[in-house]
């Protein structure tokens, strides 16, 4: 709901809270559930990213949403904070990790992700998965760097704005998102890259976006995995990196 006097950015966090808390209580994405299916090999490659030599370090999941990595991490021996805007995602995430038998390891709050109530240099690494491109990016990477600590590091798994397919998937499911969504281009990756001592980014899905419709099909692994190593082919062209529908972000400082 829009108060009169309200900042942007305040008004932009409301509409994203009561967004995503009808989103997580409705599940508004299960009947789209099958064009994520091609994202396995992304999704893999991020989770062994972030649970690498994790072990003993502090942790914030940035944008945890219900179902996030928390118990992944937690499960990896690391101490996990998970914020998130929504109550909803925040109360699910809580009943997972204590399900999984890590109440201990994992806590969760409500926050806003463009404005933590962290100190300086808390966390050694900051990850979060699908966040970004819902927030004002330049608010959001300076509370990052506030309270990542030298040496940490920050990982990412955002959606790309280029390709012409998924712009148009996006234009023809519009209840699935905010008006203030806006997967990533070329120039906010280059604009992150700038803010950080260290910039790795891999690039996903292409050709491999074309296998959904054979999901059900035996082989259908198979499939994903010679797309997916088609794809990395591929991505050796820097042109077509722009393409690409998802990019995971390996980010340092010094």
Known sequence: MYIAGMPNSNF??????????????????????????????????????????????????????????????????ATVTAIDIS??????????????????????HVMNAESMAFPEHHFDLICGCGILHHLDIPRALAEVIRVLRPGGRAIFYEPQGHNALIKLYRRLTPSMRTEDEHPLLWSDLEAIRLQFDAAQFHFFHLLSLVSFPFRSMPGYGFLLRMLGQTDRFLFRLPRLKRQAWVVVMDLGRK
Not at 36 to 56: M, P, Q
Not at 87 to 108: C, H, N, P, W
Request: with cysteine.
């Open 12 to 77: 932009r966090s409301a509409r994203e809270a009561e967004f995503h808390d009808r989103a997580f209580t409705e599940d508004v994405r299960a009947r789209t559930a099958k064009f994520y299916a091609v994202t396995e090999i992304s999704k893999r490659f991020y989770v062994d990213l972030i649970t690498r030599k994790c072990s003993g370090a502090r942790v914030l999941e940035y944008g945890c949403g219900p179902g996030g990595y928390a118990t992944d991490l937690a499960r990896a021996g």
């Open 87 to 108: 109550e909803s995602a925040i109360e699910l995430g809580r009943q997972e990790a204590v399900a999984a038998g890590f109440a201990e390891q994992t806590s969760f």
